[in-house]
């Protein structure tokens, strides 16, 4: 729990539908929260978990019925089918950063600390995103701020960051903050710097391509009946979820025959709305508010 406290447990759980004897995947094991849920439900299954982060190693509990993979969950058909395990009766994805991650200064996640601009949650990646901050055009600086972090001034954001890299790198969180300093909402500057802050930690962990394949896969993994339950964080990844199980694609295009009915949609959605966590678990985890859930059942 010191890692991370898993959010929507008892939810995630209920909604995995899990069997004693059943094969299951946690694509992000973190501080195995929701792992350990998991392989409790277990009497003969196996659990298989993901996580890119090797600190996450250190959270590997000794059963027999868990096989953790150092690897980032966008291989995930290409793993289970080395283990020959396809299909699989459901998969959990808690897409949140661990709370681990955010609390280690060294990291580079929080505007808390005067650390390195790193971000990377597979530290052997070369990109950093002191890389993305120095290298990056500025237009392409602007792209990122405005769709992975929705930041309403995200050009005048990508002008000042361009303008400062000139006389010095830009190498630290602070450097960073004081760079933009004239762009910050002065009234909510946590929340403005969170936003700056998430579009880096994206695209240095190309997240969105990620998540793309790891949907699109998750429908050639998991069993008929089988269930896939995915925690996300912001609008863009719950916008992408919400989109695939509508739709079959994480764009949301929809693909229609010729009498006007829906193709190639895997999943049926259990979840109408988003579950959210109660009042009860945001007082005791504040990081948790933010939290949606959504649960389907392969069709």
């Known amino acids: 729990m010191d890692y991370h ?4 447990l008892r939810e995630a759980i209920e ?14 094991y973190g501080g195995g929260g ?11 299954g ?7 982060d090797e600190d996450a190693e250190k959270n590997a509990v000794q059963d027999k019925k868990l096989t953790l993979l150092k690897s980032n969950f966008r291989y995930i058909k290409r793993f289970m089918r080395y283990y020959h395990v396809l299909p699989v009766d459901g998969i959990l994805a ?49 792209s990122i701020f405005s769709e992975y972090g ?7 954001v990508a002008y000042q960051i361009a303008a400062a890299r000139k006389s010095r790198a830009i190498e630290t969180t602070k450097q960073l903050i004081e760079a933009i300093d004239r762009c910050i909402d002065k009234r909510f500057p946590s929340k403005y710097l969170s936003k700056i802050f998430q579009a880096l930690r994206i695209e240095v962990n190309d997240e969105i391509n990620a998540l793309k394949e ?10 008929k009946g089988g269930r896939l339950v995915v925690i996300s964080y912001h609008s863009l990844e719950d916008r992408m979820v919400k989109n695939y ?10 693909e229609k025959d010729l009498y006007g009915n829906v193709l190639n949609v895997p999943f049926n959605s259990l979840t109408k709305k988003p579950i959210t966590p109660s009042e009860e678990e945001i007082k005791r985890n504040p990081r948790a508010r933010s939290a949606r859930m959504r649960i389907a059942e392969k069709i």
Do not use: C
């Open 245 to 254: 199980l509508r739709t079959g694609k994480p764009d949301g295009e929809i």
């Open 150 to 156: 929705e930041v309403d001034n995200a050009s005048k």
């Open 94 to 142: 808690d897409l949140g950063i661990s709370s681990h991650q955010v609390d280690t200064a060294s990291r580079g996640f929080s505007t808390r600390f005067d650390a390195p601009l790193d971000m990377r949650m597979n530290v052997q990646q070369k990109l950093t995103a002191a890389d993305v901050i120095n290298t990056y055009p500025e237009e392409k600086l602007k």
């Open 214 to 223: 790891f949907l699109t896969q998750s429908a050639e993994v998991i069993t």
């Open 34 to 44: 929701h792992s350990g849920a998991i392989l409790e439900k277990l009497k003969n």
């Open 15 to 28: 909604g995995m539908n899990i069997k004693a004897g059943g094969t299951y995947i946690d694509a992000t």
């Open 5 to 8: 406290e898993p959010v929507l």
């Open 46 to 52: 196996k659990l298989f978990a993901f996580d890119q």
